[in-house]
């Protein structure tokens, strides 16, 4: 962990984007949890602009 900025606004938005995407309540918690820890790994909830979308995020 690097930072928490951004954490819980990663979760809000990773949530939504599973479920407007049809995915079941437990998979939509893993997106919104996935997202939330991908926000943590860089200060101030800025990711580097080589990251790309981790796969264990649905598409």
């Known amino acids: 962990m690097v930072d928490t900025d951004g ?3 990663a979760f809000a938005a990773g949530f939504p984007c ?3 995407r ?3 309540p437990r998979d939509r918690a893993r997106a ?9 790994t860089s200060a101030a909830g800025r990711t ?4 790309r979308r981790p796969p264990w995020i649905p598409s």
């Not at 919104?32 to 943590?40: P, Q, W």
């Not at 580097?48 to 990251?51: E, H, K, T, V, W």
């Open 7 to 9: 954490a819980g606004d």
């Open 22 to 24: 049809g995915h079941p």
């Open 48 to 51: 580097p602009a080589s990251s």
């Open 32 to 40: 919104g949890s996935a997202a939330g820890a991908f926000a943590r």
């Open 18 to 20: 599973a479920w407007f």
